[in-house]
């Protein structure tokens, strides 16, 4: 079974945030853990904001497994509800549905896309 990360979760691994070390935490004992090559994108820019080294990010991308979206995806997102789910995690959500019957559930603390996954009626976790 595959733990689909979304950029918030996976961000937790590599600040020091409140939710860091229970995701870490959780992260060290479920996996395979994957995301959407959206994630490199939005980590790497996010990375460079906080000012964290550029080879740390990429050290931890190399433990996720990346799915490049298809046209398919992208159509795919652009019709999930809710209208509000912004475009990147409309991307994300997309990505994990096309898992299929592989997808344990996504790992995700933004609380818009938690939703528009529960409402697809993925399991979601969020380690605390």
Known sequence: M??????????????????????????????????????????????????????LVATALDTVGLVLPSVTTYFAAA??????LRSLDALHLATAIEI???????VVYDQRLRAAAEGAAILTVTPT
């Not at 595959?2 to 860091?20: G, M, P």
């Not at 992260?27 to 964290?52: F, I, K, M």
């Not at 299929?100 to 996504?106: I, K, Q, T, V």
């Open 2 to 55: 595959i733990w689909y990360l979304d950029t918030s979760a996976f961000l937790k691994l590599i600040t020091k945030e409140a939710e860091s070390k229970p995701m870490r935490d959780w992260y060290s004992t479920h996996g395979p853990c994957w995301s959407s090559q959206v994630l490199l994108t939005e980590a790497t820019r996010a990375g460079a904001r906080l000012g964290l080294r550029q080879e």
């Open 79 to 84: 019709r999930l509800p809710p209208p509000g």
């Open 100 to 106: 299929g019957a592989d997808l344990e559930g996504m």
